[in-house]
């Protein structure tokens, strides 16, 4: 019979009772569920609202039941509907009496939220360990390739030349705004509503903030039907999820691209790739093909559950049972990306002689000319017109602008002096970069060292 | 070893495994991998690519696999990666050499999809029996509750006196589209790519039009590139579960409110109602605010299918082993959805008297009112404003149209008659109307008995 | 003042009258609700509720108001709200009192269907027309590129030779499924809810068959308070234009694919490039980046829609009055792209001879090696490994297949013989294909002559 | 001509620049792209890459035309593309060479970048302005309702009494919240990107820290590809909108259900209501439809723009043209809603006798009396079977708790006692209430005070 029978003459259909239930998934709490109890039950032998030996036989009889999870003999049923009931119930099957008097000014409104809430903080420090091991796989990729030059694209198309080190720092940078996201959302979600029960609050003396205090929360939430009725902080903490898995799917689309045949950039080892059943030659990216495609799901969750709080009126709606999977099914799909991409990162090699071939395709060095025009004074549109034509006489000749004679480049503006070819190529290009948080060998190497300090990367296997 | 293993020295990494497996989810597809393995050795020996005997081992060795995965015997491994893959070298342990034989001229690309094609269809079938099935809860509650009429809204605002009937009606209607849209789903899909292999289709003797006839299918699929690159089915088929889900999320809101003290209308009995852990005089109409909740995982899932496919190049890319789980979770869902929609509707009572008290508020018969001075030849917006003054007035004296005197009614216009009041009150206006598709006790009696006869529903134990 | 403002004593404020505006979008159903409106004067003339002369007048007003409006000459007023109310008022402005009576039985909730349904119809003939357009593009595309080999690619990664003319229709098949979807989608919306009124229908005379019929619909809709409730028709709309978007993301990252220097196999014209403010060389092919981009717009607005709708109560909400601009916004964004990607396909060359000279890279005929192993008698699996061998061979020599000596083949596996050759190269492996559906050069032209005779079209300009 | 046409030799089709131009919207941008303008021009000047008498000249151009924009006198032109060429082009109109001078180390790239952030910048502060308003909105409409109990729900079964103002505080609680993730996002946002240029920087002498000071950015962003290729800023943005939209849709729905006849616990004033073109009785609460209409809006934007930016590679690609719309769409919605509820807070009357007559209804005082009989010493599990078993005879006899006499009580459990009635009835039940956060009369009034203090709210008026 269900803890809440009293006043029910049947119970519910079987397929009620199947659509309903949650302890299939909601057992994912029961570390924080244990954990809450213990602190609920410690503040009410506290306020002598239960006695001290009840406390102790509610803290010994959660501990048992605890390892009995851990140890995998815990039997979940489902007739006790979700985590809560379930270990409620085995208490007072373990304990008798005093196990009655746990729920004593607590509802399980503010029970889920309370575990709910410890178990998103965990989560989020879990994702923010993740994603620092991915800058450091990154951060020390660019270590052991320092001064390789690759093409730099827009729209898909060569654009500049830039170091390989600055393109993987500014993943590191966006990994580092993904943190800061998800450790501003832990910081607003950390208060308890433990004692908002069921949405008013209750008449019976509880200290909230001891509670609060206990479970390693900010402070008690200030509103109990705010406590109750809110999720916002599941939204914010899957829409920061899905901003890092979109990156993430950039990276893994950038992997993919560089690992085919056309680019050629980078290998990956056997270990981070797969093989066909029918083509035997093949060597797929397939990681970074999944993390690519796992963004899509992160994504799917964050709207699963806009769309269950859309219009619900307070307080708590039995709809927001559906609050939990999402935010489970997000957790772990990020974090296998984010662990996937860093053990992807530790196994590619980049294929330097390939690349270095590649660079003079692309007129990579055009903007560099119009630069070295400005500094010879020309206004920026004319010099820009200038490369252009520039560019249009290599199409034509089928060259690279350093193929150009001096010759050549005065037919198309006298301006052009000997030092000209000082700009042209990719590796003069991207010398001459200097600009705070360019391309340039010294701009970049001192982003490194920024991150390397604050990485804590150790650097004694590099230079 | 991976079956692609031929060329590869190293084995993947854990994390990689982990993260890249599929056969936690894909052993969903045993029956019709096992299926389309079937057809598939009959037409390779059909057309002499294996012998008969080599046929005959393969077709008993799959239809061991298949009983012994129905009785739960069966060891599904990670390291085989998937469902073919586990069923290919299970049948490989057990029969030996003809095994190998198998996979001649089909590529797990043609393979999957053909596996995953054939349970879309399955599933469809599935949720439109389901369909039918809540078509009939509802037209059978509209038998039992004749003549009952409710207030019906706009802006939640009450508006026109209605039948219960028509009311019910209206969802069944939209249940018809929704079963309309999974059909033509249904056709649309069941075309075969077994044979267009790993993309390109194969130089080997197949016989394509045998195997998609033995599988049900209409037709092979024209273009192997398209056969195993696109999931335009899977989107289609969730997009027609997601508006099937907003329909239902719908009546969800509409029954969680008449289940309200405030509405009162309906009652859910205690087998589809739960209760409260702290409030011990609740009785929550869970199921259908779990139907309104379960929408959003339904438009989830879709949502997980169109980020995931978008802009994915041509052919199978991994990102498309992503494409199952939503459309598992989609399915389950629907069908959980519906089937306690339905539940629900056998299990409610309409408050008839309180309904009845309730409908002199809220001036239902303005309407009715206004189709009267029209028919006296006044034109309708002029009527409208008279009606609206009529309104007013009533407001000011707080009771209904029907309380106002001809005096007053003429007070207001000159044009009311003695025959005013056959148009005044709920069952009055209700009455009047006449129009095809209306609230009029005739139009709704038609309309109930088109789907009496189109759902075949057995009337005896009505009237 | 309003025309519902009989018992108002205060117009609403400023911010509400802009917050609930819908005159600066709606009034783009101006030419259906004009065409709403005349056969419902009609109507109501035959059906002796107004004179014929009254109809005359309104028939008159409204011809002028169409033209007035066509002109850019009409005045759309905020306080007259919508586009309904602002044409009745401007024809009460024109012709005075038979004005008043257009509005007899007949509320806003069912003329705004009305107008929409009309509005969708013509949208799904116009999208459908482009479909047709495009797909003819593709097909002319592949008229002039016979027998162009180009890889074909799983994971990105090479897999096997394909024909150009094969990968292009593969698109041609997509596009027809998306055409058959909207029209599904065409057929189940072409009911007439005119008649409807406010959600019970009427007590007035009226004959829905006749507007029906005279409005081109296919029957009156069967129950009224479905017809002012449901949106499920745009829902199916948006969610085929969604799926027609991502069919076109992906030729659109294909074609940026391609178009860059790495892949390089095709160069669009200037006139559907552009170019670079900074970088002079640049030429970018960013309609199609545009194309892969603008899909999410298309996805956005099929997902405001699902949120829109989700929990409504019936009959109509004003919530749903935001229904329309994400209908004109998918409208207009997928026949943008829909004649982008014609223009494109009809602006590109592709570099057979660079194509050319990239197919020796990446064992495309590696599978077609296995089927001539599978001919010899090889077990598929076994050939499979054998070919893998092969491949490692030459990936350690640096070298194609058809590099190998007989001895080196033989080294991997004794049963190679010298008709082995006849199978290895691109244009062999193409060559080998023979089942329906695959790359083969006959098997293509027959799809090819099937979808020129569909599309009727004239082929005089090529062969 | 367009500005980057050096090497074209044809112009782009109508169609293409139809398709691909952003004048009609990022033109929005302009008073940013001037202010961006001036920035860079005065740091051009000072680090001698241009004259002062240029950069004077520049300035004064400039400032003519933002005067003409904002006399509405400017002539957008769809050739020149976008707003950065519109105004570029229209400088040297003006002012001739100097005007050339301004792209110098700059490109469209970083360009709109500074413009945007600068932009959401600006958004970000209207929004949470309106934010405060309506927090002051709701604090005062607290103000105006002092001591009024309404029901709590859960479920929307009435579960307990709470004051008007507990809930009302919900709401401020939610909205706080609100504005802290978008001060968040604001500072993570406001970094400067210019001197980024295409992606990699340049090589010419600029400061970044000049021109991010002077346009009031904390710092320039670190890495230039990370400057150009990132959005996560606009993703993070419309998330912490969305969630706002999410909010406010659950204030709509529970507005509307207040303002309904069956509800009738509130009553907007008709300046902020609307009526129907066929029901004259009608008085709809539109605004607050809308408001739950439009976070469908809100949402659709965030999925959009997810959707765009999946699986972009680096750096800047076309497709991220698309990111405006949706923010711009985006903003304005939420301004609106925000404001609209704030006008709705100010022109709604609570009927407080209707209220109160309806509170008896729905046992809201079972949970009070489950505390009673817990300080009782009756374990929580117990006394909340004697209270269901309490209520059953409530619903048996048809009558309320606190109808039932002791001896009825007692026939229940001996337990009860005399003073058990100070614990029943609402008004009872609500005065038991002590613990923080709860609705208890002092807890209720403590968080007021907060609020009033926070918000600096002259309650001068009050009391």
Not at 61 to 73: N, T, V
Not at 119 to 137: M, P, Y
Request: aromatic fraction near 8%.
């Amino acid at each position: 019979a269900k803890l809440w029978g009293g006043r029910f003459e049947e119970s519910v259909t079987d397929a009620v009772e199947r659509f309903t239930e949650s302890i299939s998934f909601d057992k994912a709490l029961y570390k924080q569920d244990i954990m809450g109890s213990r602190a609920h039950a410690s503040m009410l032998a506290h306020q002598g609202l239960i006695s001290v030996s009840d406390r102790d036989s509610i803290l010994q009889g959660l501990d048992k039941i605890e390892r009995c999870i851990e140890d995998g003999e815990f039997v979940w049923r489902t007739d006790r509907e979700d985590v809560h009931m379930n270990i409620e119930a085995a208490l007072t099957d373990l304990i008798g009496e005093p196990a009655k008097k746990l729920h004593t000014a607590r509802s399980r409104n503010d029970q889920v939220l309370t575990d709910f809430r410890l178990w998103c903080r965990d989560a989020i420090d879990n994702i923010v360990a993740h994603i620092e091991h991915l800058q450091v796989a990154l951060v020390t990729l660019a270590m052991k390739n320092e001064n390789l030059i690759v093409p730099g694209y827009t729209h898909l198309q060569r654009a500049q030349p830039i170091l390989l080190q600055h393109l993987l720092l500014a993943y590191v940078e966006q990994l580092d705004r993904d943190a800061g996201r998800l450790l501003d959302c832990r910081h607003r979600l950390n208060f308890c509503p433990l004692g908002a029960c069921a949405l008013a609050g209750t008449g019976l003396p509880i200290d909230r903030f001891m509670t609060s205090h206990d479970l390693g929360f900010n402070a008690p939430m200030r509103n109990s039907i705010d406590a109750v009725s809110d999720r916002d902080f599941v939204l914010e903490f899957l829409s920061a999820n899905s901003i890092t898995a979109i990156h993430l799917s950039r990276l893994g689309e950038e992997w993919v691209l560089w690992a085919s045949e056309e680019f050629g950039f980078l290998t990956p080892s056997d270990s981070v790739s797969t093989g066909s059943s029918i083509m035997p030659q093949k060597k797929n990216p397939d990681p970074m093909e999944l993390v690519r495609g796992k963004s899509a799901r992160v994504v799917g969750d964050l709207v699963t559950l806009l769309v269950l709080c859309k219009g619900l009126p307070h307080a708590y709606n039995r709809d927001l049972q559906e609050d939990k999977e999402p935010v489970f099914d997000s957790t772990k799909t990020i974090i296998g990306m984010l662990e996937v991409c860093a053990e992807f990162a530790q196994n590619i090699t980049f294929n330097c002689e390939k690349i270095k071939k590649s660079l003079p395709a692309g007129h990579l060095d055009a903007t560099t000319l119009a630069d070295y025009l400005v500094k010879k004074g020309i206004p920026f549109r004319t010099s820009h017109d200038i490369v252009g034509k520039s560019v249009a006489l290599c199409v034509s000749k089928n060259c690279q602008l350093q193929d150009l004679s001096l010759d050549e480049l005065r037919s198309v503006n006298p301006v052009f002096d000997e030092d000209v070819y000082e700009f042209l190529g990719a590796e003069n290009a991207v010398k001459k970069f200097c600009s705070y948080g360019s391309t340039g060998s010294e701009c970049v190497a001192e982003q490194l060292d920024f991150w390397v300090t604050k990485l804590q990367i150790n650097t004694a296997g590099h230079k």
